[in-house]
């Protein structure tokens, strides 16, 4: 079982900024990437941002230069923190993870429950 715990969601005024954290757990050999994305009603889920195990990231061009993404990998845990956000920014972020549960096993993806991210002032 694997599970993938969401935090630091909530309410943040128009140019906040509000710093989320995803923290896996279970059986999980090795994780390829870890990720956030997020889904406003009405909208499909979108990437944010993702990170490697080897510290490369990806960013949505709409958040390059305001959220910063960033991982543990003793500790199966990644942060992002969001700059000066928008009020169209209001979702529910996603964590996702792409890992392998034991050596030589297929990668699996797998979700969090998300958090809410309530733009408003």
């Known amino acids: 079982q694997v599970q993938l715990v969401e935090s630091g969601g909530g309410l943040v005024q128009p140019g906040g900024s509000l710093r989320l954290s995803c923290a896996a757990s279970?059986?999980?050999?090795?994780?390829?990437?870890m990720g956030w994305y997020r889904q406003a009603p009405g909208k499909q889920r979108e990437l944010v941002a993702l990170?490697?195990?080897?510290?490369?990231?990806n960013y949505a061009d709409s958040v390059k230069d305001r959220f910063t993404i960033s991982g543990d990998n003793a500790k199966n845990m990644m942060d992002l923190q969001m700059k000066s956000l928008k009020r169209d920014e209001a979702a529910v972020y996603y964590c996702?993870?792409?890992?392998?549960?034991?050596?030589?096993?297929?990668?699996?993806?797998?979700w969090g429950q998300g958090t809410q991210v309530t733009v408003a002032s």
């Open positions: 996702s993870a792409r890992f392998r549960p034991g050596w030589g096993t297929p990668v699996y993806d797998y």
């Open positions: 279970g059986r999980i050999f090795s994780i390829n990437t």
């Open positions: 990170i490697t195990s080897g510290g490369s990231t």
